[in-house]
C-alpha cells in the first residue's frame, strides 16, 4: 500500500511540474491606449479612472497586472477562462466599436452590478484586496455612472 501511494505521490508530482510547460498566451498588450478606451470615450475623473482600473481592467481589458501565482498551472489556465469569458462581456479597450444602445446597457448594468456588489467578483477581490471597493466608492461611481448614462442615452 505505502508503495502505491509513494509511486502516485511520484506521478502526480511529476504532471504538475509537466503542467507548468504549457502556458496560455498571456493579457498582455504592453499598455497600449486605445482610442476605443472607454476612458478616452468619456471624460472620467482621475479618482474614478483610478478605481475602475484597479477593480474592472484586469479581466475586462486587453492588458491584466498578473500575480506571481498567476503563473502556476493549473491556476493560469483558469485564469486566462476567466479573463476570456470577461472579455467576452465587456472589454473596456474596446469600449468605441460597441453600438450606442450596447454602451448604455452596458453602463447600466456596470452600474447595478457595482451597486450590488456582484463586480468586482468575490473570489477575485480575494485575491486581490486592492480591488474591493468602499460603499464610498460604490456611491460615487454609480453617481458617475448614472450622469454618463443620461449623457449616452441622448446621444440615440
Known amino acids: 500500500m505505502k508503495r502505491k501511494l509513494k509511486i502516485a505521490t511520484w506521478i502526480a508530482l511529476i504532471l504538475f511540474v509537466a503542467i507548468q510547460f504549457y502556458q496560455p498566451q498571456m493579457n498582455k498588450d504592453g499598455g497600449k491606449v486605445y482610442a476605443t478606451d472607454f476612458m478616452q470615450a468619456y471624460n472620467v475623473p482621475a479618482d474614478m479612472q483610478r478605481m475602475l482600473k484597479t ?62 456588489k456582484k463586480m468586482p467578483l468575490p473570489s477575485y477581490i480575494q485575491m486581490y484586496e486592492e480591488a474591493r471597493l ?23
Open 55 to 116: 477593480s474592472c481592467y484586469d479581466c475586462h481589458s486587453n492588458n491584466t497586472t498578473y500575480a506571481w501565482y498567476d503563473y502556476i498551472q493549473p491556476a493560469r489556465f483558469f485564469v486566462e477562462q476567466h479573463i476570456r469569458e470577461a472579455k467576452e462581456e465587456l472589454n473596456f479597450n474596446e469600449w468605441g466599436n460597441y453600438a450606442k444602445r450596447k454602451q448604455v446597457r452596458l453602463l447600466e448594468s456596470i452600474k447595478k452590478q457595482i451597486e450590488t
Open 134 to 156: 468602499s460603499d464610498t466608492d460604490i456611491k460615487s461611481i454609480a453617481g458617475w455612472l448614472k450622469q454618463a448614462i443620461a449623457t449616452a442615452e441622448q446621444t440615440l
